[in-house]
């Protein structure tokens, strides 16, 4: 592959994952871990970069995103990929990103709501550019990226070079264990699920620049996955800084759309309002597009349906989903994107440590290994959400490690993925196979 294309490639794997939250996330850390940003920002790299990174590295290996759920039972794996794509994209994800882009991008220049036609804007606009699903790679890698992170790079560089103030004294949160907390706000962003839904996507971007043998198509989404990684560190850590050096003008924030929205009108007045407008609304845009190609990608491989009707059911139900409200989208899907991440993330390890082409019992592990992920993720998601009862939240806080770090499910997977590699690479290969 060219230089040029495989650098669009990762442009756009970048562009994709950068959504608003990514945007806020960092700041409301930055702020709150003050002089302990470093520490902070390693724990919350790890897992909103890393994990993200591996699954993309997995995918790559695997040579098709289908073959992550190919070892399931054929009905199990369509009703992951089918709540997965229907969680990241029209009931949650997609409609989050419009009232993001709308809340943070719109709403602070006018006075009444228009909420309803920035949706059917937006919605057209989403369909326009994800019609056409063979360029995608040059809307987003060569045009649309470029334009969003010289944007990010005025508001890094504005923060480095004149800063509003200096990093405060950390959060009581992390004082003591800032890398753990900033592990766990890394967690949070839901990136490594969303690098599964993506992988659809990449890898048909890596199939139409002529890549198609395994080898070469795991080759490429390493470098690819290399690209976004060194981007999304250097965005991250800029927004950390920027959160970090923000209490002067947004000591009393309460979230990092606000302190970002502070920043930057302390920095470039109105001219930073509509910068900052510019870039979430663009960051919203490139998200909603890639989720429409991965669903739209999704049921014409698995179903055989039209990619343009999928996509105009898909960006439809969006735009109406959109108007509900964020609170009221929040509520009710939430709780499964919070039980279908470490569902997606269990099964993303389960093909690192054991994989599905050879060994036999491969198929069994699976299964097991995605119920105690659905299993343990529904008590993670029951105490995210505040809803586990007093006296069994204190029982689980004493008996199961990594609760009230929201992993309550890691654990368990990895003793039984261990158990089974040990089992396999003790068990005789068939005389086939050796032969």
Request: with cysteine; charged share 10%.
């Amino acid at each position: 592959m060219k230089t040029h294309d495989l650098l669009a490639i990762g442009l756009m794997t970048f562009a994709l994952f950068l959504g608003a939250g990514n945007l806020i996330f960092p700041p409301s850390l930055g702020l709150e871990a003050g002089t302990n940003l470093f520490p902070a920002m390693v724990g919350f790299l790890i897992t909103a970069v890393g994990l993200p990174a591996l699954t993309l590295v997995v995918l790559g290996r695997l040579s098709s995103t289908q073959n992550l759920t190919n070892p399931l039972p054929k009905w199990l794996a369509r009703a992951f990929w089918i709540l997965l794509f229907t969680a990241i994209g029209p009931a949650f994800g997609m409609p989050r990103a419009i009232t993001v882009a709308y809340e943070i991008g719109i709403r602070p220049f006018v006075n009444s709501d228009h909420l309803l036609l920035f949706s059917i804007i937006f919605s057209a606009v989403t369909l326009l550019l994800a019609f056409k699903p063979g360029h995608l790679v040059d809307y987003i890698g060569k045009v649309m990226t470029p334009l969003l992170i010289l944007m990010l790079v005025a508001l890094a560089c504005a923060a480095i070079f004149s800063p509003l103030g200096v990093p405060q004294a950390p959060s009581f949160d992390y004082q003591q264990d800032a890398i753990t907390h900033g592990l766990i706000q890394g967690y949070m962003t839901m990136d490594a699920i969303a690098a599964v839904g993506f992988g659809w996507v990449i890898i048909q971007a890596i199939n139409a620049k002529g890549i198609t043998e395994p080898r070469a198509v795991a080759n490429t989404a390493f470098k690819v996955a290399i690209i976004y990684a060194v981007l999304m560190t250097g965005c991250y850590v800029a927004m950390g800084y920027v959160g970090a050096t923000s209490a002067p003008v947004a000591a009393n924030a309460t979230n990092g759309g606000e302190i970002l929205a502070k920043y930057v009108a302390g920095q470039f007045g109105i001219y930073g309002q509509w910068l900052l407008a510019t870039i979430i609304v663009m960051a919203c845009l490139t998200t909603t597009v890639g989720l429409t190609n991965a669903c739209a990608e999704y049921y014409k491989q698995t179903f055989k349906t039209r990619f343009p009707v999928t996509a105009i059911i898909v960006v439809t139900l969006t735009g109406i989903i959109a108007n509900l409200g964020l609170e009221q989208i929040l509520a009710v899907s939430l709780p499964a994107i919070l039980v279908l991440c470490p569902v997606a993330i269990a099964l993303v390890l389960t093909s690192v440590v054991l994989p599905s082409l050879t060994l036999s019992n491969t198929s069994f592990t699976h299964v097991v290994v995605l119920f105690t992920a659905l299993l343990f993720g529904g008590i993670d998601a029951l105490n995210i959400l505040e809803k586990t009862p007093d006296n069994i939240h204190s029982l689980f806080l004493q008996a199961l490690p990594l609760y009230n770090a929201h992993a309550s499910w890691l654990l368990p997977c990895l003793l039984i993925l261990g158990g089974s590699y040990l089992k396999a690479i003790k068990k005789p290969l068939p005389v086939d196979m050796i032969n």
